[in-house]
């Protein structure tokens, strides 16, 4: 079983953390951003991820991460606790600053789909028109996007952790956690600290990877 990914792609983060929870045998395979070839092949469209077993595919990030719970160890992911789409609209409200933030970012970080000059270009030419300016210009603007993002973060109701739930995933999570882990990419990005032990806890519990450490 394989599931392609891009690592910088929220909708890949929900399968991989499902994937990692509930410790399925499977091999995470990255593509290239400009590989529009093996997509077409498995599900006939660009689209990650794709999880792919025998001679099927699928696509769809929540199929994907449905069909992981159900073949996956320990029990199922639990209903959402809390009213997560509260929580969503709220990061939602500021999803340009997020996107300028993170677009010119991406392929600077070394993520593996970034690893061509190509797959580099490919992604900064569909990306640019979505937050209506160059790459160069949202770096330079990083001050005002960070300051809006702050705000939102600091605005986030209460995220319930793992450990209040015996240390269990919820669909919630599922839908919430893609994001806010991708935006710990921004360096000297004003985290607040019950963000932070959220991400810290899924993050363990998912065995997916935080962006600390490369942070720009």
Known sequence: MKLYVYD????CVRAAMVAGYKDVDLQ???LLNDDEASCHQLIGKKMVPILEWG???MGESLDIAKKLDEIGSGVKLMRAPTDYQSITAVISSVQRSISCLLFPRNIQAGLPEFATPSARDYFQR????MIEQS???AMADTALHK???ETMLA???HLSLPSENGDTLGWDDVMIY???RNLTLVQDLQIPQQVRDYLQEIAALTRTELYYAIAI
């Open 28 to 30: 995470i395979v990255p």
């Open 55 to 57: 001679d099927q595919a």
């Open 126 to 129: 569909n990306k640019e028109p």
């Open 147 to 149: 300051q809006r993002v």
């Open 8 to 11: 910088h792609c929220p909708f």
């Open 135 to 137: 790459f160069a210009t």
């Open 155 to 157: 605005s986030l109701p």
């Open 178 to 180: 893609p994001t806010l």
